[in-house]
């Protein structure tokens, strides 16, 4: 699978198909395609800080962020600092990590 794969997929609701959480070796195989984001210690999060000129830079990405998770149905924790925006990726449903957190992480990358 590649970046450009993700960028063609839409997210499935987790919760509705019995879709397990990722295991390390899964979540390790994705974050090839999703260059910058962190894997934290227990593989069931992935997470990146973006940083922008100003304030205003940081709330404009953080609206091109709801449009790309309203529309995959799938929302980032999002945590806002001035000019920082740190994202995390984790899907709340199942308690860890599916394909639908490598879909937005990297289409997220690609509007930014």
């Not at 980032?76 to 600092?81: A, E, G, K, T």
Request: proline share 4%; net charge negative.
């Amino acid at each position: 699978m590649d970046k450009k794969d993700l960028l063609k997929k839409k997210c499935i609701p987790c919760e509705k198909k019995g879709i397990k959480p990722f295991d390390k070796m899964q979540a390790e195989e994705y974050m090839v395609d999703v260059p910058g984001w962190i894997l934290d210690e227990k593989a069931q999060k992935i997470s990146k800080e973006f940083k922008f000129a100003d304030f205003i830079g940081a709330i404009n990405f953080v609206e091109r962020v709801a449009d790309i998770a309203e529309m995959e149905g799938h929302h980032p924790d999002i945590h806002i600092n001035y000019n920082k925006v740190l994202l995390e990726l984790w899907t709340h449903a199942i308690g860890g990590l599916s394909e639908n957190d490598f879909i937005v992480a990297a289409k997220i990358d690609a509007h930014n």
